[in-house]
């Protein structure tokens, strides 16, 4: 698990010819919240540091995930940090789909008491 910086500086430095990424957020203890998908190509702007701004910034939006932008705010409120980590790499997107339906399965949703994601 890395922060923000660590987890920038791996997406940008690997290998080109793998496009999308599953990626997954955790809580300072290690415990995953929340898996999703990314893309090499966007950059600086990875879609797994927007979750952040969701929770603190943007207070209300159609489809807002509460239960994730609870948790992420909780850990701030606490001092904590969010820590990333890239499950893996894939050629395609969807094969990343494939992956992250499978991610999620394997850990479970909170929701449904099966496990510890926000999903």
């Not at 290998?15 to 809580?27: D, G, T």
């Not at 159609?62 to 239960?67: A, L, P, Q, Y």
């Not at 701030?76 to 999620?104: C, F, K, M, V």
Request: with cysteine; glycine share 8%.
């Amino acid at each position: 698990m890395k922060n923000q910086e660590n987890i920038l500086l791996e997406i940008l430095e690997a290998n080109i010819k793998y496009s999308s990424y599953i990626y997954v957020l955790h809580k300072p203890d290690g415990t995953p919240f929340y898996v999703g998908k990314g893309t090499k190509f966007s950059g600086q702007k990875q879609r797994l540091f927007s979750h952040l701004k969701e929770a603190l910034v943007e207070k209300t939006w159609k489809g807002k995930n509460e239960f994730k932008a609870n948790t992420i705010r909780k850990i701030i409120q606490s001092g904590g940090e969010i820590l990333y980590s890239i499950d893996s790499w894939h050629e395609t997107p969807l094969l990343a789909n494939l992956r992250e339906i499978d991610l999620i399965a394997s850990i479970g949703r909170k929701c449904k008491g099966e496990g510890s994601l926000t999903n």
